[in-house]
């Protein structure tokens, strides 16, 4: 049932309408309807946010209004002119458009060719373009960069150097698809700044809603391609059912917060012991040991386990890059069977690269040694049948056609027999909540289904270390916290790389923190938490985030209040 | 004194680390702030000479002719000054394919009057032809003289202003940019294959010689398009989202000096003198390169 309790954003009726959508319907060529008579009106300096989940049509609602997808039935005004071919031109000089993966948006040999390219082609003086383009690298810390390939950037600098190729053309109206994910929070702190001097009208797509509170007053809301909300951002956030009914309730973040709003370790659930039984629907427990944190224990070392070996060992590890880059210098560290670690740090810090050298993919020089034993080239070809990875895009994950073959991959490598890997291979798809699915392309499932079958993949094949690279990427509030609920299953030991301060808090007892490639603290969670000096030193500042959350708290309170008093305002859309 | 050079030592040590930190720069654009000859060079003089000088190396005829224009391309070479690695690491490449010839001619290089033949073993089925050698080691000669000549040419200028060069000689828009974007997206492309290979291996795949490992790699190679197919919408999209209308914008102009065409001329008499070498007998100097 749609829920309509929340009330309706009121424009200010002084502020002209750049977009009036009427009746807007869209249809890909293969049949899958993504948008359904959508009425809306933006208008000018509207700062909105357009939420939904994973697959409800937000991206083509972006498409439409930038002018690259031509609605099938219905009108889009733009400047109360019905927007033609012939009028795309002029759309074009005024919408910016940043894309979801900068890849996409830098297409030149260099980072100022890519920002002066709109310039040049909307015919902007050579001097002038020149001062526009270095002037937006400026505004994002790129300055530097801006003679360097694109492919020579880290990503949160290539995120930067698309934002930048589009500030760079001045627009009055900016589309954003997910700009956040995958940055750093300083990279993100400083775009948030970037974004709120922003004077036009900014249209942002986002998962993040912290990253979005501040920033947008108005929240538009798509549920299968329909328009279930507009209405004040505020009044969204503050009303816990509509976030519920849309997968954007993210208050199982708020569980990683103390009253004040500041992060502690978070509850863990206890963890049940399983079989290593094919036809078990959790996931293995080869390991013994599972350590519980919960708030409660967040001002001792929570973690009180007996000593055991280590499984993971590093000593004196340094990888170079073949350019001569240095990755990895003089990294020494042991996890032991069954800890949570997180490995944190800034975009580039070498997080990603400790991980493939642990998981075997990359190996470097110093000592490793893997439950014991020294991993030299002939263990290290076969740590896979150990060591599971997932990866940060799951699509880097999906080769085969049916989500029943993906899971059964990695089992028909390790040469399990046909009739236990079908046994496996249901059970795992059940537990990750796929189990009507097996026969689905794994391309057509949604963000939440394909990373839970990864994950599932991953598993199946039962290894000691499951390493987690960023695993929130992309994902709606509401399959976040199913992947939360997953992993939290887990009795492996467990390496999260995380710029996701929540899951580290919720999944993890201990934080290493990495910076340029040097391990610089390796301290527990709830104390690595509690260290704001620490976030500010290597550009982890989570203050404004947990101001958000103390913020949103409160106005979720009031809200509740106000209900339980009143009883609940009830709008039509 | 001593404090002084201290710090001095640890000021540099710690330049050393940040540069060895920072990301590489466009190999383009490094080697553009050189300034040898061919770097001033207008490359658009420079692509129709050496060109051009590189065609009469490939028709030439004997392999004395053929190691003088391998001789003047490692001149070529070390005047630019490009690394010597980078040009091995080009010829590594052709090497084996360089060594079948000396293997496969001396076997089917047919017999002439003159020519030197040893037959192996006691039937005649096995005959080794001396003269296939040499036209071995001219066909060697003359792709060395070709790959060297390739360094200064496409090393001595960002690659843009190459294919703009190329643009401004005649080759046709599309195509330019094509090699533009294939330029920037070959990287893309190898990372996201790389990716995708990891994440086979990761779960244990090891290619074989069986019906399975037909079956997978015939997977990852339909996923790989499925994907470029993507992006390239997505880049398209992209493009026209910042006004691109078929023509991509530029922001190199050329100006060429009296040096440059001066520079031109020379390969290009160069060229011409190897060829009237190789042909007549009668000239002074041929018979040395005989």
Sequence with gaps: MHLQAIPIHRPQQSASCVYRLEGVDYTYPNGNRALRGINLCIHEGDRIALLGHNGSGKTTLARVLSGLARPARGRVLFEEAPLEPHRLGHLRKKVGFLFQDPDDQLF??????????????????????????????????????????????????????????????????????????????????????????????????????????GLCTRAVVLQDGCLHHDTSFEALISHRRSLQEHGLDFTFRFRCCDSPGRHVGAGRSPVRSTANDPSSSLPPARSAHVCRVSAGEAGSDACQRPEQPPILELHQYTYRYKDGAVALRDVSLQVRRGERVAL????????????????????????????GKIVDNRRRRELWRHVGLLFQDSADQTVCSRCYDEVAFGLRNLGWPESKVHQKVRAMLRWAG???????????????????????????MEPDVLILDEPTAGLDPQAEENLLKLLDEVEATILLISHDICFVSMLTDRTILLHRGKIVRDVPTWRFLKDENLHSL?????????????????????????????GAPFNGL | MKLGKTSETSRSRSRGEQELWAVPELPGVEEGRRQTLFHRWDPRIKIASLLLFSFCAASVGTVGTALLCCAVSASALMVAGTPWRLAARRIAAMAAFLAMFFVVLPLTV?????????TLGHGTWIQINFRGFSVAALVAAKAMSVALLMEPLLRTS??????????????????????????????????????????????????????????????????????SLERTERVHEAMLCRGFTGRFPTRESFRSTPLDWALGAGWVLGGVAVLLLDRYETLPFSGVFR
């Design chain 1, 108 to 213: 030149c040999t260099s980072v100022l060719d890519d920002v002066l390219f709109g310039l040049i082609n909307f015919q902007t003086p050579p001097e002038g373009a020149a001062q526009r383009a270095l002037g937006a690298l400026a505004q994002l810390g790129l300055e530097d960069t801006a003679h360097k390939a694109p492919h020579h950037l880290s990503y949160g600098q290539r995120k930067r150097a698309a934002l930048a190729a589009v500030l760079a053309l001045y627009p009055s109206v900016l589309i954003l698809d997910e700009p956040t994910a995958n940055l750093d929070p300083a990279s993100e702190d400083l775009l948030a700044q970037v974004l709120k001097g922003y004077a036009g009208t900014l249209i942002c797509i986002s998962h993040d809603l912290l990253f979005l509170y």
């Design chain 1, 344 to 371: 944190v740090g800034p975009n580039g810090a070498g997080k990603s690269t400790l991980a493939a050298c642990l998981a075997g993919i990359r190996s470097g020089s110093g000592r490793y040694r893997f439950d």
């Design chain 1, 434 to 460: 796929l189990g009507d699915l097996e026969n689905r392309v794994p391309q057509h499932l949604s963000g939440g289904e394909r990373k839970r079958l990864a994950l599932a993949s991953v598993l199946a």
């Design chain 1, 538 to 566: 290597y550009g982890l500042d989570f203050t404004y985030y947990n101001r958000c959350c103390r913020e949103i708290q409160h106005l979720q309170e009031t809200a509740s209040e106000t209900a339980d008093g009143k």
């Design chain 2, 110 to 118: 047919p017999v002439l009057p003159g020519d030197q033949v040893a």
């Design chain 2, 158 to 227: 960002p690659f843009p202003r190459t294919v703009n060069a190329l643009a401004r000689l005649g080759v046709p828009d599309p195509l330019c940019q094509m090699l533009l974007i294939m330029y920037r997206y070959v990287f893309v492309f190898r990372h996201e294959m790389s990716r995708l290979w990891v994440g086979m291996n990761v779960r244990g795949f090891r290619p074989g010689t069986n019906r399975r490992t037909i079956h997978i790699l015939g997977n990852f190679l339909g996923m790989l398009f499925v994907r």
